[in-house]
């Protein structure tokens, strides 16, 4: 696993998830908690970590912060209904590589993807 999506509703995701693995060719593990996802980065140092709002343990850029802490060269997207102005104030310096619409679609996936790759 590449790419671990940390979210309760993978149903909701999958057209996203499909977008992201069909473009970057990676496998996707999804992780039900943050404390889940922190363990999989530990474990696995996946190269993307997309987080959803919602966790039952962690705000997103609570785990944006921790993720930092344990893998430094783990990049992050983040799932946020924050405006973009919003997200930019208080995600600025964590390395977020871009934020994304609630209900992500695969063509969000594929924009991802092509972020990555630029990398």
Known sequence: MSIVVATTRPEALTGFMDGLTKESGQDIGVAPTGAVALEWVAAKAPVLVVIDEGLPDHTPLELVREIMM??????????TAMSEEEFHEDAEGYGVLMPLPTDPAARDGVELAKRLSGI
């Open 70 to 79: 344990v893998s430094a060269m783990t990049l992050t997207a983040v799932i």
